[in-house]
């Protein structure tokens, strides 16, 4: 029978030992063992895996159904990079630097990501990860009551906007056409599991008022993202990571607009509303 070793990152996640692209190709109770582990650590870490982008694609295929993007070379692989020349959208990924969960203004958001390093930055690039869930469970019953009755709307306008402070009215309508999503600030999974819903794209608190609301936000995700809460992965080339969108929230460190950092990115589609 199959198993997965694994060793605890910190606060989130676990490296998972014993794995190498051989194994990810043949081994067919690996996709539902990775599920188990991803579901028990939110974030799973495979050192020097160096898939190349048809092994990921097979695999994540096992996991779940997975996004695609027909403009790309390879549709189910979305290239992470700021040079435009390999990815049209490369600004818009400059607001990855705000913690985010992936689709909140999304009617399903996604489930989990891969992201495999094809190259690194010489300076700056890793990815920060810390738990919603945990984020909930510490919370003291008074505030779990309070903050299950919130609901708080998602915008691109809100995270776009901690980016291009003084944007153009073109850049104003694009992030516009974008619609608005109000979800509530407590997620309450299928599994019985809760969690927050929290990061860039919160723009206030429905029935608030806009500044006590902001407050709020600014002081849920300080706490939910504080120094020990958060496992930081520094990128080396062939490491593939999984995060579990659902339950991690997330962010890269800067690093300069010129670097070649390269990171392919499969998206599995999501299957459960923020409800």
Known sequence: MSVLATEQLGAVGAAVLGVDRDRVLADDTLPGLCLEALEANGVLLFRDLHLDDDTQVAFC???GEVETFPAHPVPEIFRVTLD????PVADYLLGTVEWHIDGCVDEIPTKATVLSAHAVAESGGDTEFASTYAAYDELGDDEKETYERLRVVHTLEASQSLVYRDPSAEQLAAWRRRAAKEQPLVWRHRSGRRSL???????HVVG???DVGRDLLADLLARSTAPDRVY???WALGD???WDNRGVIHRVRPYDRSSRRDMHRTTLLGDEPIQ
């Open 61 to 63: 295929r096992k996991l």
């Open 84 to 87: 435009p020349d390999k990815n």
């Open 197 to 203: 819903v929290l990061g860039a794209t919160a723009s």
């Open 208 to 210: 608030m008022d806009p």
């Open 232 to 234: 930081r992965h520094e």
């Open 240 to 242: 593939t990571v999984i």
